[in-house]
């Protein structure tokens, strides 16, 4: 399998690429974005860096000019990344580390997303072998390993939200970011759980849905397995209505229906639950 190292030319990524300059599965792609004027000249210093450990190189320039905003820029990055992997049948690598993913739970609980912005950087096509790294282990190895790398000018500027949720997690201590980086592991393991259940069911038209599954595991993952089994269904819960729902199948008895909204609903049976029409 190729391995598709996103390598922007900074620090984190220049690292990761040196741990990989002796793998010839990697190809190196760099997105040039044109937000800044001097842009050009990061793609020229990561095309050097694959030239010398004799790697394959691709990039794509885009103009997106210094008004873009962070979205804007992200979205395009990624849709040549994966461009890319298509184009080559291979995974995508980045360069992400633990300062990475508490600045992104940061971001994620101020714009409210809720208790799942608790577990950013879940996209199961990326790879990240940096996420046990904190950011002063990536300067520790690219100062031992005498590796030079860009500054990207736009780190420090205020305008971006996450320059300034990184100037805020600096000051906060050791403890306090090991008590998130572990909620953050908890809540992967929980998407994992998830996932593992979903891909073992079957959906489709009067699917029944053992009832002893949802009374076996825990809260967390009861309601997030009813939130995902509910949204192939079209149902969107809040959590509270969740919850209801997820007492409904664990204790009502056999007969009994839970109202979802107008048009559907739970029945409930001795051993299982459907989700059913209100007027079929």
Known sequence: ???VLAVSGGIDSVAMLHMFRNDHDVIVAHFNHGIRPNSFEDQLFVQKLASKYQLEFVTKSAELGQGASEAIARRARYDFLFSVCEKYRGR???AHHQ???LETIAINCLRGTGWRGLAPLGDERIQRPLLDWRKCDIYIY????HLTFRQDQTNTED???RNRVRAVLMNANVEQKKELYELYRRQCYVAKEVRAIINGMEFGRNTSFERDLFKQIDDIIGLELLREVLLRSSVAQTRPQLRRALDAIRNYQSGK???LNRELYLQITKYHFLIKEANG
């Not at 690219?142 to 390993?145: D, F, G, Q, S």
């Open 1 to 3: 399998m190729r391995k």
């Open 257 to 259: 229906r839970f109202p």
């Open 159 to 161: 305008s971006y939200l």
């Open 92 to 94: 995508l690598f980045t």
């Open 99 to 101: 300062d990475d993913i």
């Open 142 to 145: 690219a100062t031992e390993n």
